[in-house]
């Protein structure tokens, strides 16, 4: 159980610190513009509809470290939370490949794109997918799509005006498998029954953690110090509800949480909150 719980440690380690160090540039992107032997273009990515200003992470959500054994879904039908609130004025996450490198994505709100249009008659609004797949020593590879999702959680067909090899079917499946993902990674971050437990340093890195096993999974911050007496300040636990005497009075505590919520270990601040559920 130990050494599961440092496997994932390590894990999640590694995704905060490249998450914290993506090279500060567009970005290798990827080619979305070929030309044909008559000399036609073709266009194969939507990626120039979206702002062109190159984002960088700044509060991601990664999934849940300390259980490994956690699904999360890449079907929009399997999501409970409205995807338009949950993105706000920005959502992001990010996940480790088996490679060691981070895939960060972001939904940002945008205006309504000229040139492209969303095939729907509902109400919808634009966001702009990012995507960074950063790897350490290496340049990030960057890419960017414009996202129509309805008021009422439904993600679009796009249709670019005036284009040739566009594969609408394709890019359909994967705006939607990708969102859905994103959308799921957030979801179980705010669960009920979990902490979210937030890095900070120049962007901040949040993460869940089960109430069962966050306190292990953080053990390494019982070496911090961090009282004036110079006693080790308990973390953040919960306190069953159970009855306490005072001489002849016998009362009932109510369940509740006490001990510290914020660590600082140089320039990195680590925050523990008590997930109230969506």
Not at 83 to 99: F, H, K, V
Not at 150 to 163: A, E, F, H, N, S
Request: charged content about 30%.
């Amino acid at each position: 159980m130990n050494q599961n719980i440092q496997d994932h440690r390590d894990h999640l380690e590694t995704a905060i610190l490249l998450a914290m160090s993506p090279t500060k540039t567009r970005g290798d992107e990827r080619q979305s513009i070929k030309r044909t032997r008559k000399g036609e273009l073709i266009r194969s990515s939507l990626q120039a509809f979206s702002p062109s200003k190159p984002i960088f992470p700044k509060h991601m959500f990664l999934p849940d470290a300390s259980d490994p054994d956690r699904i999360y879904s890449g079907a929009m039908e399997d999501i409970i939370v409205d995807p338009i609130s949950a993105i706000g004025q920005r959502l992001e996450t990010g996940l480790m490949c088996d490679d060691g490198s981070l895939k960060w994505s972001a939904l940002i709100p945008m205006k309504a794109p000229r040139g492209i249009v969303a095939v729907t008659n509902s109400k919808h609004k634009w966001f702009s997918h990012e995507f960074r797949h950063i790897h350490e020593g290496r340049n990030d590879i960057y890419n960017r799509r414009p996202i129509a999702i309805t008021t009422d959680g439904k993600i679009c067909k796009l249709l670019p005006l005036g284009w040739k090899g566009y594969d609408q079917a394709k890019d359909f499946e994967e705006n939607c498998i990708q969102i859905a993902l994103m959308l799921s990674v957030y979801e179980d971050a705010i669960r009920n029954e979990s902490v979210i437990a937030t890095v900070e340093e120049h962007c901040k890195v949040s993460f869940p953690i089960g109430e069962q096993s966050y306190k292990s999974f953080l053990s390494m911050r019982d070496g911090y110090r961090n009282t004036p007496t110079g006693k080790r300040n308990p973390i953040v636990h919960w306190c069953t509800e159970h009855f306490r005497r005072r001489g002849d009075k016998r009362f009932k505590v109510q369940r509740h949480d006490r001990g510290a919520e914020e660590f600082v270990v140089g320039p990195m601040k680590l925050t523990i909150t008590v997930n109230t559920g969506y």
